[in-house]
């Protein structure tokens, strides 16, 4: 059975750092894609970064881009979303997926979740 776990969120002041984590079982990363999204209370949820391991293509949100780097380590079948600079505007519940690409936007196998709270 393909999972997801998210880890790695918390609270932080704005201007901080956090690294999240993403780590499957089940399956191996090695011929999928893996996205990043969030979703604030009373917002829609919102894609901002995704990987494929087939040609190591990432794509970003607008809203994070310079700011977060996704990443990943085969060996430890996880992916990592760096986030620098944070802001308040990042506050949200952080969740990952999985697809065959990122450019397919087909995700599936959602994880739990990870709050991230950025204090003014």
């Known amino acids: 059975e393909m999972q997801l776990v998210e880890s790695g969120g918390g609270l932080v002041q704005a201007g901080g750092s956090l690294r999240l984590s993403c780590a499957a079982s089940?399956?191996?990363?090695?011929?999928?894609?893996i996205g990043w999204f969030r979703q604030a209370p009373g917002k829609e949820r919102e894609g901002i970064a995704c990987?494929?391991?087939?040609?190591?293509?990432?794509y970003y949100a607008d809203s994070v881009k310079g700011r977060f780097t996704i990443s990943s380590d085969n060996a430890k079948n996880t992916v990592y979303l760096q986030m620098d600079s944070l802001k308040s505007e990042d506050t949200a519940v952080y969740y990952c997926?999985?697809?065959?690409?990122?450019?397919?936007?087909?995700?599936?196998?959602w994880g739990q979740g990870t709050q991230v709270t950025v204090s003014s």
């Open positions: 089940g399956f191996t990363f090695d011929g999928y894609a």
């Open positions: 997926a999985v697809d065959s690409h990122c450019a397919v936007y087909h995700f599936h196998t």
């Open positions: 990987i494929s391991s087939s040609d190591g293509s990432s």
